[in-house]
């Protein structure tokens, strides 16, 4: 079995022809970008999305399993201008 990895994710709620859509990325590979009707199933997306993005990049999980074992994964925190 695999040893897990945690993502900070991102989820924008749309609009599409009077439908709602959640648009969802994570911050550690914000390049991979998926959608679903719901939050959960934007999730489910992003979960298939990310595993078929390691298995073309497997370093990239290897890199992120490192962070996440130094403890130094990004700090998410918000400021107003």
């Given at each position: 079995?695999?040893?897990?990895?945690?993502?900070?994710?991102?989820?924008?709620?749309?609009?599409?022809?009077?439908?709602?859509?959640?648009?969802?990325?994570?911050?550690?590979?914000?390049?991979?970008?998926?959608?679903?009707?719901?939050?959960e199933e934007a999730k489910l997306r992003l979960k298939e999305a990310l595993e078929l993005y390691f298995e073309s990049a497997p370093w990239e999980r290897e890199r992120l399993k490192k962070i996440d074992k130094e403890n130094q994964a990004p700090m998410i925190s918000r400021i107003f201008l």
């Open positions: 079995m695999r040893e897990k990895i945690q993502f900070d994710i991102v989820i924008y709620p749309e609009e599409k022809d009077k439908c709602k859509i959640y648009s969802i990325s994570s911050m550690q590979i914000p390049n991979v970008v998926t959608q679903g009707n719901t939050i």
